[in-house]
């Protein structure tokens, strides 16, 4: 049973155009979830930490939510540059620190 | 600056040779893992450490093992390899804030196994 499940697979925007990644968990407890950003051939660069549901975080075009079932990673007015596979991981409460799952991403495309 | 370095980045060799991929962090974190990356299967954690001599299994730990005998260092190794091994390797470092330890990857390994 999948514990982390990110949608869609893969989104294609057209530069400008805002959107939304999902990733859904169903652990019993949550201690952080974990937004990453992987270029292709190189290791996930670490975007943003939620804890707790409520919470918001941005940067520059992104800014991560969460809620207790579901964390969304909004892309607002996107560039070319932020195409990308966005990944989000979750580290379930009662678990050793260091035990991480992550979902499958999500391929981004920005279109010029 | 700040970084975990792995190698060798690219690696090609046969079924049944005896390696290892090194990992090294400069952060003085207490937490290290090793995970595999495939297509359509994600990101999938091998092993993780919590300190020294202190490992645990991840998610997918058959024909790994690896070792943990200095802070800084975290080797996986590979006493068979075979070719569904064959994948990309990422090795992480983190420490604990109290609420959760964000992992910072390395660069990737690139193993093939003819």
Not at chain 1, 35 to 64: H, N, V
Not at chain 2, 91 to 99: D, E, I, P, Q
Request: net charge neutral.
């Amino acid at each position: 049973e999948d514990q982390v499940t990110q949608s869609p697979e893969a989104l294609r925007l057209q530069e400008g155009e805002s959107s939304s990644l999902n990733c859904s968990y169903t652990v019993s407890g949550l201690r952080g979830l974990f937004w990453y950003r992987q270029d292709p051939g190189k290791g996930p660069e670490f975007l943003f930490t939620l804890y707790s549901a409520g919470e918001e975080k941005e940067k520059e075009r992104l800014k991560a939510t969460l809620t207790k079932k579901e964390s969304f990673l909004h892309i607002t007015a996107p560039k070319p540059e932020d195409s990308a596979t966005y990944l989000c991981a979750v580290q379930e409460s009662g678990t050793s620190y260091g035990k991480l799952t992550f979902g499958q991403g999500t391929i981004l495309t920005v279109h010029p | 600056e700040a970084q975990v370095t792995q190698n060798p980045r690219y690696l090609i060799t046969v079924t049944g040779k005896k390696l290892t991929v090194t990992c090294s962090q400069n952060m003085n974190h207490e937490y290290m893992s090793w995970y595999r990356q495939d297509p359509g299967l994600g990101l999938r954690q091998i092993y993780y450490s919590m300190n020294v001599e202190v490992t645990d299994k991840g998610d997918v730990p058959e024909g790994y093992k690896v070792s943990r005998k200095e802070k800084r260092n975290f080797p996986l190794i590979l006493e068979s390899p075979s070719p569904n091994q064959t994948s990309l390797y990422f090795c992480a470092s983190s420490h604990s804030t109290g609420k959760g330890d964000t992992q910072y990857f390395g660069p990737g390994t690139r193993l093939t196994v003819l």
